[in-house]
């Protein structure tokens, strides 16, 4: 499956962006979803992961409350939607998939594919 992330943006703290991340193929209901980022400096750190169905959904607590992903599969689609920015989540955001999508993944290496990044930005 190839990944295809978008939405990136500069916002002030405070503000929303919703991130989109299509993919190619007919099988993305079989992929569990994931989103990770990366600031200047650190490591890719863990934010979302959805099921295959996004019945189901993780979040790492410092996201928790203010991000919520959803997915369409008809669309071939998983969103981020981000709340309540602040500059601590500035950052590359990427879009992951992991095959067999029934479980929620927070390990990067687990999921075998990976979206180009988008820029996010939150200005103070």
């Known amino acids: 499956v190839q990944l295809q992330a978008s939405g990136g943006g500069l916002v002030q703290a405070g503000g929303s962006l919703r991130l989109s991340c299509a993919a190619s193929?007919?099988?993305?209901?079989?992929?569990?979803m994931g989103w990770f980022r990366q600031a200047p400096g650190k490591e890719r750190e863990f934010v979302a992961a959805?099921?295959?169905?996004?019945?189901?959904?993780y979040y790492a607590d410092s996201v928790k409350g203010r991000f919520t992903t959803s997915r369409d599969n008809a669309k071939n689609t998983v969103y981020l939607q981000m709340n309540s920015l602040k500059p601590e989540d500035t950052a590359v955001y990427y879009c992951?998939?992991?095959?067999?999508?029934?479980?929620?993944?927070?390990?990067?290496?687990?999921?075998?594919?990976w979206g180009q990044g988008t820029q996010v930005t939150v200005s103070s």
């Open positions: 959805a099921n295959w169905s996004g019945e189901r959904t």
């Open positions: 992951a998939a992991v095959s067999g999508g029934t479980g929620l993944y927070t390990d990067r290496g687990k999921y075998a594919y």
């Open positions: 193929g007919r099988t993305f209901s079989s992929y569990g």
